[in-house]
């Protein structure tokens, strides 16, 4: 069964959208009118869901993947220390995609966007030539000046990760081979993204530098090592691992330094972090070190270059 059409479709996203302090004018005009706090500086960000590049249909039921659609942008405003403030969704499905996986997209992507109290503003609707594209668009504001970057790390800093790294891979990794119960893999098929966790470390300035785990440690680490202009030693062994699996087995090492999609917090900070935010446990992993380049260290104390192998597009893998 097709989809329905273009304008019956932004009718019933528009019945379904809730109003949300920011939003001015939303859906029904040329543009959004949005307005925010005086004294705050505007966030934008901008986050593909490719059908068989971050999805497949038959591994992914369509509120899983309207949830995570939502949840990549959220993400980015949570690694900002900032505040979401409205959401807009470009939306293109083929002819043959049927109405019920839509209508389940949209009950993912507004369940998350009321977990925020987040409205959904506007957005496009067109057909594709194959596949199902949805891009998402969430603007977010912090207070003038205090954005958090990826450029602030200094030496000498402590290294912290919220939550366990490595569950959303092992999804991946799990469904390659067979199935995997979505309540086994949490992150992976249910990632909250930890807006409460980034403004609190924004509203007391204890995060120097701040980014979002989405395409592995590995390769976000060294995102804020190059933009910093630092190098980074981190203990394999501190590392914390997700349990997955109806046994709650731990993740090796290699999903949680590489593994992408987890949607945690890493931040650089040279104050005293408590274990816990926001209800998120905190672990500090490492230090940030003068000398540029990624150091892991083990166990017995063996030093070795910590490689970069998280997910790189149009690196074929
Ligand atoms: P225009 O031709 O001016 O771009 P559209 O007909 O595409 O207008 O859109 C009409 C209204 O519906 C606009 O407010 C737009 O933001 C909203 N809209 C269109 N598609 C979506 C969507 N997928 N999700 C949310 N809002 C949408
Ligand atoms: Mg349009």
């Given at each position: 069964m097709a989809p329905l059409g273009e304008k019956s479709l932004i009718e019933r996203i528009r019945r379904r959208v809730r109003a949300g302090s920011a939003v001015v004018n939303g859906i029904g005009d040329d543009s959004a009118v949005l307005r925010v706090p005086a004294g705050h500086e505007l966030l934008v960000t901008t986050d593909f869901t490719l059908e068989n590049v971050h999805f497949r249909r038959q591994w992914h039921p369509p509120e899983v993947v309207g949830w995570r659609c939502?949840?990549?942008?959220?993400s980015d405003i949570?690694?900002?220390?900032?505040?979401?403030?409205?959401?807009?969704?470009?939306l293109a499905l083929d002819g043959r995609t049927p109405q019920k996986w839509v209508n389940g997209f949209f009950d993912g992507l507004l369940e998350a966007a009321s977990e925020f109290g987040l409205p959904l503003a506007g957005g496009d609707t067109a057909q594709s030539a194959g596949g199902i594209q949805a891009d998402i668009v969430v603007v977010g504001s912090v207070p003038n000046g205090k954005a958090v970057l990826r450029s602030g790390a200094r030496t000498a800093d402590g290294v912290y990760v919220t939550g366990e790294l490595g569950g959303s891979a092992a999804a991946l990794a799990q469904l390659h081979t067979g199935k995997a119960r979505p309540a086994d893999y949490p992150r992976h098929f249910h990632p909250v993204a930890r807006i409460a966790v980034g403004q609190w470390l924004q509203r007391r300035g204890l995060a120097s530098g701040m980014i979002d785990i989405s395409d592995g440690l590995s390769t976000d680490l060294e995102h804020i090592c190059e933009e910093s202009g630092v190098g980074a030693e981190i203990a394999g062994a501190a590392i914390p691992r997700a349990r997955v699996g109806h046994r709650a087995q731990q993740v090796g090492l290699d999903l949680a330094l590489h593994g992408g999609e987890d949607y945690e917090l890493l931040f650089t900070s040279a104050k005293k972090i408590p274990a816990q935010?926001?209800?998120v446990p905190v672990t500090r992993i490492g230090r940030i070190t003068r000398k540029r380049r990624m150091v892991l260290?083990?166990?017995d104390g063996a030093r070795?270059?910590?490689?970069?192998r998280g997910w790189e597009h149009f690196k074929g893998n």
């Amino acid at each position: 069964m097709a989809p329905l059409g273009e304008k019956s479709l932004i009718e019933r996203i528009r019945r379904r959208v809730r109003a949300g302090s920011a939003v001015v004018n939303g859906i029904g005009d040329d543009s959004a009118v949005l307005r925010v706090p005086a004294g705050h500086e505007l966030l934008v960000t901008t986050d593909f869901t490719l059908e068989n590049v971050h999805f497949r249909r038959q591994w992914h039921p369509p509120e899983v993947v309207g949830w995570r659609c939502l949840t990549r942008g959220l993400s980015d405003i949570a690694a900002m220390g900032g505040e979401p403030r409205a959401a807009f969704l470009s939306l293109a499905l083929d002819g043959r995609t049927p109405q019920k996986w839509v209508n389940g997209f949209f009950d993912g992507l507004l369940e998350a966007a009321s977990e925020f109290g987040l409205p959904l503003a506007g957005g496009d609707t067109a057909q594709s030539a194959g596949g199902i594209q949805a891009d998402i668009v969430v603007v977010g504001s912090v207070p003038n000046g205090k954005a958090v970057l990826r450029s602030g790390a200094r030496t000498a800093d402590g290294v912290y990760v919220t939550g366990e790294l490595g569950g959303s891979a092992a999804a991946l990794a799990q469904l390659h081979t067979g199935k995997a119960r979505p309540a086994d893999y949490p992150r992976h098929f249910h990632p909250v993204a930890r807006i409460a966790v980034g403004q609190w470390l924004q509203r007391r300035g204890l995060a120097s530098g701040m980014i979002d785990i989405s395409d592995g440690l590995s390769t976000d680490l060294e995102h804020i090592c190059e933009e910093s202009g630092v190098g980074a030693e981190i203990a394999g062994a501190a590392i914390p691992r997700a349990r997955v699996g109806h046994r709650a087995q731990q993740v090796g090492l290699d999903l949680a330094l590489h593994g992408g999609e987890d949607y945690e917090l890493l931040f650089t900070s040279a104050k005293k972090i408590p274990a816990q935010v926001a209800g998120v446990p905190v672990t500090r992993i490492g230090r940030i070190t003068r000398k540029r380049r990624m150091v892991l260290t083990e166990d017995d104390g063996a030093r070795r270059t910590l490689e970069v192998r998280g997910w790189e597009h149009f690196k074929g893998n």
